[in-house]
């Protein structure tokens, strides 16, 4: 098992920035994939972006240039640096973790409880 805590969401007015963090324990070799997911109210749940053991990312096209995926594999905890944030940005950002690489949400094993993020001024 694995267990995955996240925090870090809150209240951004838009343009700031936010860092999220995801806290893993447990069973943690076996992990290849750390995936940031989001669902917004009405929306399906969304990829925002994944770092695999070698340190392979991925973005979601519409995100890059804004958000930041990384690890400290001292802390075992990944990051999500978000800038120039958007009101679009709400949403309850949620970390996963797969003994996979993939990108689709049904391919991750562990999921977090989830942090809310609101942009709004």
């Known amino acids: 098992q694995v267990q995955l805590v996240e925090s870090g969401g809150g209240l951004v007015q838009p343009g700031g920035s936010l860092r999220l963090s995801c806290a893993a324990s447990?069973?943690?070799?076996?992990?290849?994939?750390m995936g940031w997911y989001r669902e917004a109210p009405g929306k399906q749940r969304e990829l925002v972006a994944l770092?695999?053991?070698?340190?392979?990312?991925n973005y979601a096209e519409s995100l890059k240039g804004r958000f930041t995926i990384s690890r400290d594999n001292a802390k075992n905890t990944v990051y999500l640096q978000m800038n120039s944030l958007k009101p679009e940005d709400t949403a309850v950002y949620y970390c996963?973790?797969?003994?996979?690489?993939?990108?689709?949400?049904?391919?991750?094993?562990?999921w977090g409880q989830g942090t809310q993020v609101t942009v709004s001024s």
């Open positions: 447990g069973s943690i070799s076996r992990i290849h994939a």
């Open positions: 770092i695999t053991s070698s340190d392979t990312t």
């Open positions: 996963a973790a797969s003994r996979l690489y993939s990108t689709s949400p049904g391919q991750y094993d562990y």
